[in-house]
């Protein structure tokens, strides 16, 4: 408010020759063109950079206009006060005076709103059209914020001298607005290109010892840095494993957090299929460590107590081949 009273009464004309308006003063304004009727405009919306005297008073001449002072920032209120009003009036010899201490005025500068989203897809568009965005993310420096205008200038923006550090990643972009004509605003912005993995993960937690399924699985995208090296990525390695430990929806899962099912358990029975040749025997056996299918596993023969070693080819199935002399002692 200071500012721009200080804007008012110190620069005196600078401002209306700025406008364009040359060789006339306050005190030099033509009384008899004045209406009788003078009226304060209470809550006065700018366009433009320059506050005119008939923007805050009605009922006067409008032909030759008489700059009073610049505009507020955008986004930001100046309200005039019943006394600083009146001061105005008689500086103009204007035939009018304040009634009260809130005959009060407040000028706006009219402004629009370009929305954060628009301004990430425009810069999105334009490095894309450089092959510079594939699998990875904008990260601005500053966070996204929606960019307040002028009411006159038309909405529109384009990206310009787009500028890449490969071995950083970094950017730099100069946002132009309006995006065809003359530019009223120039603003640079910067940030870095983060490197994206998609990564499958759970839909639902998941218990220890139950097998995860396909159905079970979704896909997200994460920074690339975030990942551990043991970070599971292919969804083959996620297919029809255990977890050790229940396992968080969402979260991204480790190869160490995950087993291949146990087909045979720990001093568990099982079949025990002994092939030598052509000749197939089953018979009674008890395992003496866990084992998954495809996993060698020491087991020894119930009825024999001689201990063997065999393949884990089925739940409680497990073939020994004689062929190999797999006997290794006695229980």
């Known amino acids: 408010m200071h500012l721009f009273k200080t804007l008012l009464f110190a620069t005196g004309l600078s401002l209306t020759a700025q406008a364009g308006f040359s060789g006339a003063s306050f005190a030099e304004v033509n009384v008899n063109s004045v209406p009788s009727i003078i009226n304060l405009n209470k809550d006065i919306v700018i366009e433009g950079d320059i506050v005119y005297l008939d923007d805050i008073f009605s009922g006067i001449n409008t032909e030759d206009r008489t700059a009073i002072a610049r505009s507020p920032a955008l986004g930001k209120d100046v309200e005039l006060s019943a006394r600083w009003l009146w001061a105005l009036a008689q500086k103009n010899e204007l035939d009018w005076q304040p009634s009260s201490h809130l005959d009060t005025a407040m000028v706006t500068r009219a402004s629009q709103t370009i929305d ?3 301004i990430r897809n425009s810069i999105e568009t334009a490095l894309l059209e450089r092959g510079l965005v594939d699998d990875k993310k904008i990260e601005f420096d500053r966070k996204d914020r929606d960019l307040k205008i002028p009411a006159e200038i038309e909405p529109t923006l384009r990206v310009e001298n787009i500028s890449y550090r490969p071995g950083r990643n970094r950017f730099t972009a100069q946002i132009v607005i309006p995006a065809e004509g003359r530019p009223h605003i120039n603003k640079t912005v910067s940030g870095y290109l983060i490197e994206m993995v998609n990564v499958p993960v759970l839909k639902r937690r998941i218990s220890k ?18 990942l551990s090296k043991n970070a599971i990525t292919d969804i083959d390695n996620l297919i029809g ?20 099912p146990k087909a045979v358990s720990k001093n568990g029975l099982v079949t025990m299929l002994l092939q030598s ?10 395992a003496l460590e866990n084992g998954a299918i495809g996993e060698v596993i020491r087991l020894v023969n119930t009825q024999s107590n001689t201990i063997v070693n065999g393949t ?5 199935l497990v073939t020994v081949s004689l062929v190999n002399k797999t006997i290794i002692g006695t229980n």
């Open 116 to 118: 954060a989203i628009d």
């Open 209 to 226: 010892g139950d097998i995860i399924q396909a159905q079970d699985i979704q896909w997200i995208t994460v920074k690339e840095s975030k």
């Open 241 to 260: 494993m255990t977890p050790k430990q229940t396992l968080k929806d969402q979260a991204i899962i480790r190869t160490s957090d995950v087993d291949t």
């Open 277 to 286: 040749g052509s000749l197939n025997l089953r018979t009674q056996g008890r």
């Open 312 to 316: 884990v080819t089925g739940a409680g």
